[in-house]
């Protein structure tokens, strides 16, 4: 078998106000400006905020691209793993693998949707809170962009430099790198579950997707320090918070489903 069915008892429910509120926090720090950078020194003979600027249109991995590698590839993914997985299950004579179904306000809900629900949603949710807590970090450290310079050009006749807004509010939020956090996220959480669902026997399978989404993740963080998007420590940390959150949010799915299967064992073993 290529698959297994592991019994996971994680509810996307409880979770839905902090999503939406996660949400709501993204809007205000990501398209208004009530909440702006602070401010940090620089000289202006520093070469690492005096490189050339890259047009939007001229980069290799623009948001539109992120937001594919970090949203739509691990959800179509998904669905396309949980189909598979459901029809073969579907097949097996055997149901003791599989899920039973669940109704939540009066609608049956079959263990396909209810896993695909809880992997994508998980995932939703990791990619708002990554997406939050890269932007609290860059409003907190005020890290200027390596195109600082070359774009804003203060004015060094001047005592008091004036900069233009955009200049300021935009070019101050390089650390850590939103496209490395949330491709680090989006590679590790795919990555996990492809090990919890394929088992050993698909020797291939598994470590050519892995290996896929994590050569992705590279190349998105890759492209910033090369197109001087970001500095090198930008897309480092990057990386590292990433998969970090994504790490905690697996194992906090395998915690509960672990202390779950105990508490089900030991309610079988007393009523035996």
């Not at 620089?42 to 594919?68: A, G, H, K, M, W």
């Not at 073969?88 to 179904?101: D, F, H, I, K």
């Not at 932007?135 to 600082?148: C, E, F, K, N, V």
Request: proline fraction near 6%; hydrophobic fraction near 45%; charged fraction near 10%.
């Amino acid at each position: 078998a290529f698959f297994h069915f592991p019994l996971y008892v994680f509810s996307i429910f409880p979770c839905l106000p902090i999503l939406a509120s996660s949400v709501v926090s993204l809007y205000f720090l990501e398209l208004t400006d009530i909440f702006q950078p602070v401010h940090s020194g620089y000289t202006c003979n520093d070469r690492s905020l005096s490189l050339p600027y890259i047009l939007p249109r001229q980069e290799v991995c623009p948001l539109p691209l992120l937001f594919s590698l970090a949203f739509a590839a691990p959800t179509v993914t998904i669905l396309i793993g949980e189909a598979i997985l459901y029809c073969y299950l579907s097949r097996r004579s055997s149901t003791t693998q599989t899920e039973a179904n669940i109704n939540a306000a009066g609608c049956n809900f079959n263990s396909y949707i209810r896993r695909a629900v809880r992997f994508i949603g998980v995932h939703i949710f990791g990619l708002c809170v990554t997406a939050l807590i890269t932007d609290i970090l860059q409003l907190s450290t005020g890290q200027h962009a390596p195109y600082w310079l070359d774009v804003c050009k203060p004015n060094l006749t001047h005592i008091n430099i004036t900069l233009s807004f955009p200049c300021f509010l935009s070019f101050r939020k390089s650390f850590p790198s939103q496209h490395a956090t949330l491709a680090a996220f989006a590679a590790v959480y795919i990555s996990m579950y492809f090990n919890t669902v394929l088992t050993d026997s698909a020797k291939l399978l598994k470590p050519l997707l892995v290996f896929s989404f994590v050569m992705l993740a590279i190349l998105a963080g890759l492209t910033r320090i090369i197109q001087f998007r970001n500095h090198p420590v930008d897309v480092y940390c990057g990386w590292l918070l990433g998969a970090a959150i994504a790490v905690y949010l697996v194992k906090a799915m395998f915690q509960r489903e672990s202390v779950n299967s105990t508490h089900h064992k030991a309610a079988s073993t007393s009523q035996g």
